[in-house]
């Protein structure tokens, strides 16, 4: 509607957010809340993440010690601090990896389509239909003990998990995609398979798999922290937020904050993730449906 | 007669974030009881806006400013929701533009209507509603109305399903009947079919209808008045036979000089209105003016509202009496030279067959699965540089064979060679020299260049993959295609949805052209385009056919344009060609009765020539089976020899060649010699 984009000329940041859905901006602002704490969180924390002794252990919430002190006598709001970086890091980066990875087999199998197309759909209806918890163990376990424990493991372990799931969203992406003209008209040009998903299918899928990544990486914070809480994720004493509520989970009744602050943080993090997704693929699915199109 | 609609000074707006977008402007026109009002414009030009608040509706963004909507004396824009619904299907009907999307898919047809019936307390009882829906099905000229009444729409077929939407408009017995583009989406011939049953339902029922369109052709065989719609202005309004005759509005005389006409000696040349609606730059006056060749100085400043010029003939611009009538005229291009006899043809298409639904591969081979035959033993040779039209309606394989030649779809036999050397069936076993030679332009421009890739990387796509120039000056070289297309190199850093939809077809041509071919094949690429978008395209495809040597396979439904355009012409019905020969002859009896039947379709603008009654029955199926295709829908069919046996090709004198049982004498009797010597109008 090159009528409305005419009136809609009022060009400027403010006006622009007003908007933008109401889920983008609450979200939005979680999120950056979450990343200023991550990223100077190390820089201020009153305590050392591994720091024993700070307060009387299995203290409750007080003023100095807002998330209570562990059995070890650590400062959890400390330690919740300083894990931030890593929960959010680990989750951003195996993700983006599944993304990646993914999205280019999906592509590419549902752009060539025909029997390989179909092989590559079975294969990963297959490592989908297994729990992704259990494939996430299994993962783990045929990495060897060696690596157990670290956060590299981990990363890769997200992204195995997610990369089938991408890959089907973003194969029913290049099945529509391969329909329209212009990728007819490459492949008359005699374009490669390779040079089409990446000139033809991939510029125009960017919608699709920014809220496939934004969606999955909603939840890569409570898959890293079950892995931590069943004692497959990292080693203590790292401060994952996971790992910190199953080191803590015997303290609910006598210092509940210990496990509440680590799963509060947890909680405000994958709302953040997903109101931000939510409006953005709010945003996203309007212009992506605009694109071809006035 | 008393008016029954009136609409005074209706402005209104489209909200957008917190501005308004005015779509109308000041428009104030009457439907008298009986009669037809046509509405025509380029898209977007608030044509169906106003077909819609003849209903009340609105769009939610819409704001109305001023004006009154008066049906029966009421003011429609105030009467509320429930006096609204009491009126919308009782007292006026509407048809929509698509019928298969208005259609409720999950309900059978005739309870859709019963439905009707029984809101406005037309039946009490289901049984008594279904036999009224028996008899409008009836009157809408559905064969075995009982048996149509228990389909589901998917069952039927375009024009029935447009049949069933009108027979809901005219359930209730309305008073007007809103008509927005109802038959954009269908065949030729089945356009044709679906306007004599509205010129049939009118005289019966002497029901009003607004009838909007974009498509002036058709409103000369239906509508008694025509207004003419611009940037949501109404810029002139007149009986329909003045109109056509003394256009006085400079847009009126542009859209119809626009038109390309079926009765055109070989390659008189269109009058495209040059520029494009800008909606953005609209002066304060006239909004036509930025567009206008006879604009003055104060044009842009003044509004200038309706005038009268003479009864019933209103024109909304400052210099009409200066300007006075001008009869659009046209001014003659240069004949094409002839080629010569006897060369080498660059295509040669033999034996032809293509099925859909062949299995490939291994798999194929184990699994054999049904096929479709959609073309059958075709043959055909386009020459150097000629222009080679295929007409045909829809689903006759116009664009199976475009696909065939290029090599996406391999045919199941058949050989197709080009400059003697024949070419792989496939696509992706030609050499990059064969793949450079024949290039594709799609339809539809939107779909065919991708919206995320800036108009250079577009073009310089191809231009890299052939070879086309060295690295450094593929900027250079990018810009000499855009001249070429008329179009500034400056375009090459936009995105295609920052170009107008002719700027964007202008561009695939360009892409097309950039690779050097020598066979263009063009699927069927004006008929997403505006009328005067369209006729500024057929004059640029003239002038790259003058310059470079390049042979087109033309895919079109529109005879008129083909008409304006082609060397040679086939007409393909049911994948088979049942005629082929220069353009001059196809136009000339004898016809294929199946060629004459697609020329009686077109609409024509003489009004002399509207329809009084239902036109030729065109219906019913081919038979299946019939060694003719044509056979069951031929109105000269020879019973059991059409079905029995294959006709014969039969050839005139002039390289006109028809594949007919009846005698070619006996042809150029049927003909109607009236039937092609008229002004004709875009077919949609």
């Given at each position: 509607m090159a009528l409305l984009d005419g009136v809609a000329n009022?060009?400027?940041?403010?006006?622009?957010?007003?908007?933008?859905?109401?889920?983008?901006?609450?979200?939005?602002?979680?999120?950056?809340?979450?990343?200023?704490?991550?990223?100077?969180?190390?820089?201020?924390?009153?305590?050392?993440?591994?720091?024993?002794?700070?307060?009387?252990?299995?203290?409750?919430?007080?003023?100095?010690?807002?998330?209570?002190?562990?059995?070890?006598?650590?400062?959890?709001?400390?330690?919740?601090?300083?894990?931030?970086?890593?929960?959010?890091?680990?989750?951003?980066?195996?993700?983006?990896?599944?993304?990646?990875?993914?999205?280019?087999?999906?592509?590419?199998?549902?752009?060539?389509?025909?029997?390989?197309?179909?092989?590559?759909?079975?294969?990963?209806?297959?490592?989908?239909?297994?729990?992704?918890?259990?494939?996430?163990?299994?993962a783990m376990v045929a990495a060897g003990p060696e690596l157990s424990g670290d956060p590299l493991l981990v990363v890769f372990v997200v992204a195995f998990v997610y990369a089938p799931r991408i890959a089907r969203m973003a194969r029913t992406a290049a099945v529509e995609i391969a329909t329209?003209?212009?990728?007819?008209?490459?492949?008359?040009?005699?374009?490669?398979?390779?040079?089409?998903?990446?000139?033809?299918?991939?510029?125009?899928?960017?919608g699709v798999l920014l809220v496939e990544f934004a969606l999955r990486a909603g939840y890569a914070p409570v898959l890293i922290g079950s892995l931590g809480f069943l004692g497959f994720g990292l080693r203590p004493p790292t401060p994952e937020w996971g790992l910190m509520i199953s080191e803590n989970r015997s303290l609910l009744l006598i210092a509940p904050a210990t496990v509440l602050g680590p799963g509060l943080a947890l909680a405000s993090l994958v709302v953040g993730l997903n109101l931000f997704t939510e409006g953005l693929a709010r945003i996203l699915g309007r212009t992506v449906k605009l694109g071809g199109q006035q | 007669?008393?008016?029954?609609?009136?609409?005074?000074?209706?402005?209104?707006?489209?909200?957008?974030?917190?501005?308004?977008?005015?779509?109308?402007?000041?428009?104030?026109?009457?439907?008298?009881?009986?009669?037809?009002?046509?509405?025509?414009?380029?898209?977007?030009?608030?044509?169906?806006?106003?077909?819609?608040?003849?209903?009340?509706?609105?769009?939610?963004?819409?704001?109305?400013?001023?004006?009154?909507?008066?049906?029966?004396?009421?003011?429609?824009?105030?009467?509320?929701?429930?006096?609204?619904?009491?009126?919308?299907?009782?007292?006026?009907?509407?048809?929509?533009?698509?019928?298969?999307?208005?259609?409720?898919?999950?309900?059978?047809?005739?309870?859709?209507?019963?439905?009707?019936?029984?809101?406005?307390?037309?039946?009490?009882?289901m049984a008594d509603a279904g036999r009224r829906a028996a008899e409008l099905f009836d009157l809408v000229g559905l064969p075995r109305p009982g048996e149509i009444l228990k389909r589901y729409p998917h069952e039927l077929s375009g024009g029935q399903q447009q049949r069933v939407c009108i027979a809901l408009a005219i359930a209730c017995d309305?008073?007007?009947?809103?008509?927005?583009?109802?038959?954009?989406?269908?065949?030729?011939?089945?356009?044709?079919?679906?306007i004599a049953l509205l010129v049939d339902l009118r005289a019966r029922l002497g029901t009003s209808m607004l009838y909007v369109t974009h498509d002036l052709g058709l409103l000369a065989q239906i509508a008694d008045r025509i207004g003419v719609m611009y940037a949501g202005n109404l810029v002139e309004v007149a009986p329909s036979r003045t109109l056509f005759a003394g256009p006085r509005h400079p847009y009126t005389q542009g859209l119809i000089g626009s038109l390309p006409r079926i009765d055109d000696p070989e390659g008189t040349a269109l009058r495209p209105l040059r520029g494009l609606l800008l909606r953005q730059e609209l002066p304060p006056g006239c909004p036509f003016s930025p567009r206008c060749?006879?604009?003055?100085?104060?044009?842009?400043?003044?509004?200038?509202?309706?005038?009268?010029?003479?009864?019933?003939?209103?024109?909304?611009?400052?210099?009409?009496?200066?300007?006075?009538?001008?009869?659009?005229?046209?001014?003659?291009?240069?004949?094409?030279?002839?080629?010569?006899?006897?060369?080498?043809?660059?295509?040669?298409?033999?034996?032809?067959?293509?099925?859909?639904?062949?299995?490939?591969?291994?798999?194929?081979?184990?699994?054999?699965?049904?096929?479709?035959?959609?073309?059958?033993?075709?043959?055909?040779?386009?020459?150097?540089?000629?222009?080679?039209?295929?007409?045909?309606?829809?689903?006759?394989?116009?664009?199976?064979?475009?696909?065939?030649?290029?090599?996406?779809?391999?045919?199941?036999?058949?050989?197709?060679?080009?400059?003697?050397?024949t070419l792989a069936l496939s696509v992706k076993a030609r050499s990059s020299d064969q793949r450079r030679a024949i290039q594709y332009i799609f339809q539809n421009p939107d779909a065919s260049l991708n919206p995320r890739a800036k108009v250079g990387t577009i073009l310089g796509r191809p231009l890299r993959m052939f070879g086309g120039s060295a690295r450094g000056k593929t900027g250079e070289a990018i810009a000499a295609a855009l001249a070429d297309v008329r179009l500034e190199g400056t375009y090459q850093h936009r995105y295609p949805d920052e170009l107008s939809g002719g700027e964007r077809q202008r561009v695939a041509i360009a892409r097309?052209?950039?690779?050097?071919?020598?066979?263009?094949?063009?699927?069927?690429?004006?008929?997403?385009?505006?009328?005067?978008?369209?006729?500024n395209i057929i004059e640029l495809l003239r002038k790259l056919r003058s310059e470079r040597d390049v042979a087109m396979l033309f895919i079109s439904h529109d005879l008129s344009v083909v008409r304006t355009l082609a060397d040679r012409v086939g007409?393909?019905?049911?994948g088979v060609l049942l005629e082929s020969g220069p353009v001059e002859e196809i136009f000339r009896p004898p016809y294929h009765p199946y060629t004459l039947s697609l020329l009686e379709a077109v609409p024509h603008i003489e009004t002399e020539r509207r329809r009084k009654g239902p036109g030729p029955a065109v219906a019913g199926e081919?038979?299946?089976?019939?060694?003719?295709?044509?056979?069951?829908?031929?109105?000269?069919?020879?019973?059991?020899?059409?079905?029995?046996?294959?006709?014969?090709?039969?050839?005139?004198?002039?390289?006109?060649?028809?594949?007919?049982?009846?005698?070619?004498?006996?042809?150029?009797?049927?003909?109607?010699?009236?039937?092609?010597?008229?002004?004709?109008?875009?077919?949609?």
């Open positions: 009022k060009k400027g940041f403010w006006s622009w957010i007003a908007r933008t859905p109401l889920s983008l901006r609450i979200g939005a602002l979680i999120l950056i809340v979450h990343v200023v704490l991550a990223a100077t969180g190390p820089f201020w924390i009153p305590y050392g993440f591994s720091q024993m002794g700070t307060g009387l252990p299995l203290s409750p919430a007080s003023l100095s010690h807002p998330f209570g002190v562990d059995q070890l006598g650590r400062d959890v709001f400390s330690r919740v601090m300083y894990g931030g970086h890593i929960v959010l890091l680990m989750s951003l980066s195996g993700t983006a990896l599944g993304l990646i990875a993914g999205s280019l087999v999906g592509l590419w199998s549902g752009y060539v389509g025909g029997i390989i197309d179909n092989l590559v759909q079975r294969f990963l209806e297959v490592l989908i239909s297994i729990p992704f918890l259990v494939m996430a163990l299994l329209r003209d212009f990728v007819t008209i490459a492949r008359l040009r005699g374009e490669t398979s390779w040079s089409v998903v990446r000139r033809e299918l991939l510029p125009n899928a960017t | 007669m008393t008016m029954l609609v009136e609409v005074h000074d209706l402005t209104l707006s489209y909200r957008s974030g917190s501005s308004l977008a005015r779509v109308l402007h000041g428009v104030t026109f009457h439907i008298d009881r009986g009669e037809v009002l046509g509405l025509v414009g380029e898209s977007g030009c608030g044509k169906s806006t106003v077909g819609l608040a003849l209903l009340g509706y609105c769009f939610n963004s819409a704001v109305i400013e001023r004006g009154r909507v008066l049906f029966h004396g009421q003011d429609l824009l105030t009467l509320g929701r429930a006096g609204l619904d009491r009126l919308r299907g009782d007292r006026i009907g509407f048809v929509p533009q698509n019928p298969t999307t208005a259609l409720n898919p999950s309900m059978r047809v005739g309870l859709q209507i019963c439905e009707a019936l029984i809101l406005h307390g037309r039946n009490r009882h309305p008073d007007l009947i809103v008509l927005d583009e109802p038959t954009t989406g269908l065949d030729v011939t089945t356009q044709e079919q679906i060749d006879h604009a003055v100085a104060g044009c842009a400043q003044h509004r200038q509202g309706l005038e009268p010029v003479a009864t019933g003939h209103e024109v909304a611009c400052q210099r009409w009496r200066e300007l006075g009538k001008q009869p659009p005229g046209r001014s003659a291009a240069g004949k094409r030279a002839k080629r010569p006899a006897g060369a080498a043809p660059l295509l040669c298409i033999d034996g032809l067959s293509i099925a859909y639904g062949v299995g490939r591969g291994l798999l194929g081979r184990f699994f054999p699965r049904r096929q479709l035959v959609v073309v059958n033993d075709l043959s055909l040779e386009i020459g150097r540089g000629e222009t080679f039209a295929l007409v045909g309606e829809s689903g006759s394989g116009k664009s199976t064979v475009a696909r065939a030649i290029s090599g996406l779809l391999p045919p199941i036999s058949g050989t197709i060679s080009l400059d003697g050397a097309a052209l950039i690779a050097g071919p020598v066979l263009l094949l063009c699927d069927e690429i004006l008929s997403a385009l505006d009328v005067s978008v369209q006729a007409v393909l019905f049911g081919s038979t299946a089976g019939a060694r003719c295709v044509y056979a069951g829908r031929c109105r000269w069919q020879l019973g059991e020899k059409c079905v029995k046996e294959p006709p014969p090709w039969q050839r005139s004198g002039k390289g006109l060649a028809i594949r007919c049982h009846i005698p070619i004498d006996e042809l150029k009797r049927i003909a109607a010699p009236a039937a092609v010597t008229v002004i004709t109008g875009v077919v949609p």
